[in-house]
């Protein structure tokens, strides 16, 4: 089976994960009709008026503004009017099962932290979420499960094991390939396919401001070369503005953050819009430190203590650790390296390029789920519109991961992934956190039940405590 063939089963594989809604014996519990919403579909530049959405199983089998759209006899049918639907949400930048309260470590990593952290994500409406890089054994184990219907929550995918240089990023990590020569990392590519079936691939491409030795372009193009030959897109975590440009030119599909040194030139935007990269801002993950430096707006959201626990909630609305952050020696340059990653996205959605939506999630007090509605709010802040947001974390996600033709946007044939909203973000960009439901495969996910309580200790932490 293909890779394509393998992941497009995801789309039948996921019903036993859902929770169906019971229906009088009268109605076909087969046919759901939601009406009177207004619908962003995704790919309309306006939004569809008094809607009706005509789902099958799993698939959307018509849709478009009352009057328009047959409503089949006996379906289920869901009222949610003065709601506005959009499309099941997109991060192709997150981490998963590497923090426990306050710490995060590689000691963490396992299947419950995994599950638990996929669950956090579908509660806010996120659907896809890539797991991008230092991905270890565990995740292999989930992902065969998840895949063939034995468990839910968010349809993760896999960058497995990232490439860095030797003795660079996140020095003595075990869980990264550092190959040395172009064909070792050819090699490690084949062996990285081979073992892990990655869904993407990592590169880190920084020397943190000199610290480090980072990949040079003969072992990046090297990778990116292989990578392609086995039908698999390259994402790049990244931060010069000249590295950028050569990276490009080498191949790489997709950047998992802005250019932050300095505002990105003419020649980065030809040369981005001809390759047809994608741009993954990650701006809400830059600004993480100014968030609570400046006084967190975020902290009331009624999902965060249904999904996270009491120690890390008390920790980030605390004066001392908020103060921490406001006196911090680096919080000037924190601020100069945001405002620089803000401007190149205004300039990258200026010429065109595509943006989808990454946040970095995963990390204490980086909340996954939240951390993706936020990065749509800093997009509209930084000169997006607020369907161009919406649009970057559906359609152009789905884009990126090849799966287009069935996820992303809200058309007959695709997967009825959806959430309804209480509010119209296109008036206010943050109304996309305000959730009434999120439906999955056409049947509505019982959020409550999602079980995300904080996984068991390792063995390794028993030991170490």
Known sequence: MTRKAYLTLLASLFLAACQPTSTPESQDSTLVVITGATVIDGVSSTPIENAVIVIEGDTIQAIGSAGSVEVPPGAQRVDASGKTIIPGIFNLHAHVARSEGMESDDQFYNRERIQRDANRYLYYGITHMVSLGIDQEPMIGFLEDQRAGRTGGARLYSAGYGFAAKDGWIPGNPNLNRPTTPDEARQLVQELVQERQPDVIKIWVDDRLGELPKLTPELYGAIIEEAHSQGIKVMAHMYYLEDTKELIRRGVDGLAHSVRDQEVDDEFLRLAKENGVTQVATLVGHSSRLAYADGPDFLDDPALPVLFPPLVLETVSGQEYQANLANSPNLASTREVYAT?????????????????????????????????????????????????????TANGAKFLGLEDQYGTLEPGKIADLIILNADPLEDIRNTRNIDEVWMNGERVNRADLPISTAPPTAQERETS
């Open 341 to 393: 990653a803000a401007k190149n996205l205004a300039k990258v959605a200026a010429a065109g390029i595509p943006i989808a939506v990454g946040t970095d999630s995963g990390g204490p007090g980086r909340f996954q789920g939240l951390w993706e509605h936020r990065e749509m709010e800093l997009m509209v802040k930084a000169g997006l519109t607020p369907m161009q947001a919406i649009q970057a974390a």
